[in-house]
């Protein structure tokens, strides 16, 4: 299939996403606000069949529009059937062989500071919907890591950017296991995918349509919640709930889970603790052995 009849397969499946999609508890207005507010998400989208990494092409797409005076449009998408030099958090490999969804989106950096630090939750909400589509109970683990049966199915990099000119971008990697099924040796107990899960392969066009919608529903959930704080002139720090927050605790389980936490947990796990709640501005809230608590607000978690 040429990339021109993928863009445009995608966009059939997008609006077949968008007529399905679910929208409670929000009102007809709120709904309107919301979808307007992430309506750029893949407006514009660049199709590869091979890339070492779809986040260096975004970033060389960043330059490319500066030295032309133009600006990279908001939600800007580099997809890719397959990626040499992926990788997670630390530089970890990440494996994207033919057969699964990878992407990057580029994002300008424009919510207040409050909202920002949500953005990987946001992201991490629409994975984890996409996953659930196809009828699989798929859970958040914090921050984002969306696990099914325990197993990790999809991931999320979000890093921040500064163009020559100054701009400041979010550059959004994701990556969904669709029908790939081999895995290295060190990920073949924590990784899997659709296919494996479901016993048959998936639409990756499909699956593609799916997870812009989602992220079109969740960065506009984002935007709307900002919205909504800065008329109610209250904050995280104060105890307003976000409502984005609130719809990533229901995707996640990780309230009530023993896990090992560390900056670098491969490298260096610090310390282990049961999680108690997660704060009003996305804070991991953990009872220590010796009954103390400490709340984080980055790093990673392994499940115990």
Known sequence: MSSSALLQNIR???????????????????????LAYGVPVGATIEHHSQLPRCMDRLQQLLQEEEQQERVLGAGTVVL???????????????????GGLWLAMAWPDTLV??????????????????????????????????????????????????????DQYHLIGIGINGNNQTFPADLQRTATSLRSELAQTVDLVELTGCLLVELRWA??????????????????????????????????????????YGFDIQQQPLYQALVREIDPCGGLVMELEDGGTVTEYSGEIVYR
């Open 113 to 166: 500071p409050e909202c920002t630090r949500l953005l990987p939750f946001a992201i991490g909400m629409a994975c984890c919907r996409t996953v659930r589509q196809y009828g699989l109970d798929a859970r958040l683990k914090w921050v984002n890591d969306v696990l099914v049966n325990g197993k990790k199915l999809a991931g999320i990099l979000c890093s921040t950017m500064q163009s020559p000119r100054g």
């Open 12 to 34: 059939t499946h997008q609006q077949v996403f968008l007529d399905q999609l679910d929208t409670h508890p929000f009102s007809p207005l709120a709904v309107e606000k919301i």
């Open 80 to 98: 890719a059937d397959t990626l040499t030099k992926s990788s997670g958090r630390f530089t970890r490999s990440w494996h994207a062989p033919t």
């Open 219 to 260: 960065l506009g959930l984002l935007y709307y919640d900002e919205e909504q704080a800065l008329q109610a002139g209250a904050s995280c720090e104060q105890g307003r709930q976000s409502l984005l927050l609130h719809a990533w605790q229901d995707l996640s389980d990780t309230v009530g889970q023993r896990v090992e």
